[in-house]
């Protein structure tokens, strides 16, 4: 409720795409059908997510996670604000440019933190990573099907191709149960460990994440 109140009166609404912002949005528009709803996905090119996670067409939601596409979705941002207030133009502008150095610094960073990592491999529950993996050079394999908890079948086959390619961790949001990641880690004599994709502090946690990567899959 108190959400909502804060929404009512705001002008800008801006949406990432992914599926539980459709409802809200739609609720949102009416309590406040003044405030305009800006997609930071504009003129970013989706991946599509493998076919047997979430349907085939399907187009992979979590763009945050790759900083090269998160300077787009700041410029877009950064658009609607000079447009619904031009007079700070100036101001939107400076820390867009300030913003987008830092995105660039940090991503030279992630990509010297992961250049040397030789098994290439992130086994992960949701299959949130894929930018991510793309972005370094770096291959998600995830365990969830079509956004279900895997069926004893898959957990097999999924456990088969980890004993098979000697992965030894399985990476899971806090936001998320351990239960079956927890399974295919005991089967496979490794652990399970958490990451999560929706820290505040967004620089600091994507540096994290790839020091984390590295600590646990040498």
């Known amino acids: 409720p108190k959400q909502m109140a804060k929404l009512s009166k705001a002008s800008l609404f801006f949406r990432i795409g992914v599926p539980f912002e459709n409802v809200w949005i739609e609720r949102i528009s009416k309590a406040n059908p003044r405030m305009k709803v800006i997609d930071t996905r504009q003129g970013v090119e989706l991946m599509p997510m493998k076919a047997h996670h979430h349907g085939k067409g399907i ?41 987008h150095h830092d995105l660039d610094k940090l991503d030279a960073e992630i990509t010297g933190i992961l250049k040397n990592l030789k098994n290439r491999q992130v086994m992960v529950f949701h299959p949130a990573w894929g930018y991510f993996c793309h972005d370094y050079a770096l291959e998600q394999v995830p ?55 929706l820290a505040k502090d967004y620089l600091q946690n994507m540096k994290k994440i790839a020091e984390t990567f590295v600590k646990v899959m040498q």
């Open 59 to 99: 187009k992979d939601p979590h763009i945050w996670l790759s900083l090269r596409l998160v300077k787009s979705q700041a410029k877009n941002i950064c658009d609607a604000f000079i447009l619904e207030d031009p007079d700070h133009t100036a101001y939107y502008e400076a820390n867009l440019r300030a913003f």
């Open 143 to 197: 365990v969830e099907l079509e956004g279900k908890e895997p069926s004893a079948k898959a957990l097999a086959r999924f456990i088969a191709q980890a004993k098979a390619e000697g992965i030894r961790v399985v990476f899971v949001q806090k936001q998320f149960s351990k239960e079956s990641a927890e399974t295919v880690a005991e089967a496979i004599g490794g652990e399970v460990v958490q990451v999560d994709p």
